[in-house]
């Protein structure tokens, strides 16, 4: 007797992956996983896709627009099954089959489960003495790129000083993150050169601990910065910001490579807010029972050969979730978890 | 009896004060020889300098004073180099180190500071 397979029956025979999160990691494990013949639904807690990435301006180390970026890796959009603004509430597992209810009620049966639910910029309020939130020319790396994408605040002055500081909250005890969040050091390289694009009559300060320029381009776009936008770089670590009598900030260092103490006025002050665990990763790690790692990351089964594969079987994560990427790292990372999800899949 | 007197002393200020910097000399500098900016003060230069075993000579700091507006401080250090050479072949950031310091030389030759 011949089988034969009509397109009603290889529609029950698909299996379903459940996606939490569609920033780029998940959007990316989604089409992959759609290309493999698998039935996707993604769950997303905004009420769009393209998470970080969406609300930043233009990337390093090409300064490509990230909204054409999004659309390429989510390709037809109409195609996915995203469900906005819900959260899971709600998830057990029996024999291999994942029940997740979302605080909308609504029932999703899966057979395996992708967590790709990013990371959260680290709040620089908690940095006080920086100044966040009690000077109003104290911003972070967010709030520059939404200037950038909506336009500067009228400030009157044509040459304006700005000052990066590298490293806010990222490999600092007195944060709780001893982690480097990788992609700081590039972007405050990208800004500063935005910067002196946005604005040719203003001069441009970085104060870093160590500059970690790792990826492929990254190094060739710092010696840009320094030699054709004229950025100066400085080995310091911020101890304090105050405000001079004429509104500006006055900040204060060590010039650590002539030891001596520096001060200096600057119109602006970017913080360069690093990665922190997301609150969604936490909460959801708690749901389906699953372990963190030291720094609050969801942990992986076993580092270098299941970076994808948490300690729970059919239960798998991507992106950020497991600790600081750039963007090619998150795309590859999310391409690594679909295959992993596809082999768990196909044996099962 | 000591000649020491007692009682306090005021000390100068210490601090770079980069609002008041004069970097006038580095920006001209810079337009004749761009490599300069590269500078990343990694003491390649330094750590093989034939003048530095017996002086004070390090371009590094040169690099540095230079960007501070501290010019006193470049013209000392400028003033030991022999021209050998040796910094430039071993910087990475592959900036004219020789021809910076001819250029200070000249800068320097015949002006006080």
Known sequence: MNFVCNTDMTERLKKKVLII?????????????????????????????????KQWFKTFPDFQDTKPLIDLIAGK?????????????????????????????LHIHADAVLISTGFELFDAHRKEEYGYGIFNHVITNADLESFFQNGFPETGKLS??????????????KAGNLYCSKVCCATA????????????????????MDMRMFGKQYEELFQ?????????????????????????????????????????????????????????????ATLFGIALDNEGFIKVSKPF?????????????????????????????ARSAALAVHQYLNSK | MSDKKFGFSIHSDRQHNLDLADKRLYRKIALMEPSLQRCIFCGGCASTCTASAFTQMSFRLISLHLRRGN??????????????????????????????????????SGNEF
């Open chain 1, 224 to 284: 840009q910065a320094q030699e054709k936008y004229g950025i100066h770089f400085v080995r310091a670590r911020l101890s304090e910001v105050n405000q001079n009598f004429d509104q500006s900030l006055l900040i204060k260092v060590e010039d650590t490579l002539t030891s001596k103490p520096m001060k200096m006025s600057l119109d602006y002050i970017v913080l360069m807010s690093g990665m922190e665990p997301s609150v969604s990763s936490q909460s959801i």
């Open chain 1, 160 to 173: 304006l000083r700005f000052g990066f500081i590298h490293c806010v909250g990222s490999r600092d005890a």
């Open chain 1, 21 to 53: 999160g569609a920033g780029i990691a998940g959007l990316e494990a989604a089409v992959q996983l759609m290309n493999l013949n698998y039935d996707v639904e993604v769950i997303e807690k905004e009420n769009f896709y393209g998470g970080h990435v």
């Open chain 1, 305 to 333: 050969i299941a970076e994808n594969i948490t300690e729970k079987k059919g239960l798998f994560v991507a992106g950020t979730a497991t600790g600081p990427k750039t963007i090619t790292e998150t795309l590859n990372d």
């Open chain 1, 77 to 105: 959009p109409d195609n996915l099954n995203i469900h906005f603004g819900s959260v899971p509430g709600f998830a057990e597992e029996q024999n291999g089959i994942f029940h997740v209810i979302t605080d909308k009620n």
């Open chain 2, 71 to 108: 010019l006193k401080e470049v013209k000392s250090y400028a003033s030991k180099c022999m021209l050998c050479g040796k910094c430039t072949m071993v910087c990475p950031r592959d900036i004219n180190i020789r021809h910076v310091i001819v250029l200070l030389k000249k800068e320097f």
């Open chain 1, 189 to 208: 390289v990208k800004q500063a050169i935005e910067v002196r694009q946005h604005f040719p009559d203003s001069e441009v300060y970085c104060f870093y």
